[in-house]
């Protein structure tokens, strides 16, 4: 499947798309840019996607699994705890559709701010 690419200036993280409805519907609208808001150990920003929740999305996500979150409609990259972890669970707002996974370690992302402008964008 192919790649894409998240831009945040100062950093960026590369990720493989999954073979998912979800995964192809964003890879059809790339390249996209948006301003990033965070949420506990949590990045994410709006897209112009409107996909269904998929049957096997989860609130609970492994760091490095990308997730869409259908109620944004957004993409949300967990790299630690939100609020509502329990434990060291990394835990969405709700059930999300994981689309890509991380190349590299997304723990990086804790340097990024709210309202830095994210580009996304296809790589291969």
Known sequence: MS???FDFGALTLDAELLDTPT???IA????ISSAVLTWG???Y???PVNIAREADA??????GEIAYWPQGPAIAIGFGRTPISKGDETRLASPCNVFAKALGSVKVLAK???GVEV???KID
């Open 28 to 31: 059809a609208t790339l390249p």
């Open 119 to 121: 580009k996304v964008s």
């Open 41 to 43: 150990e949590e990045v």
């Open 3 to 5: 790649r894409i690419r």
């Open 58 to 63: 989860r609130a609970v996500i492994t760091p």
């Open 45 to 47: 920003f709006d897209v």
């Open 112 to 114: 990024v701010k709210t």
């Open 23 to 25: 995964a192809k519907a």
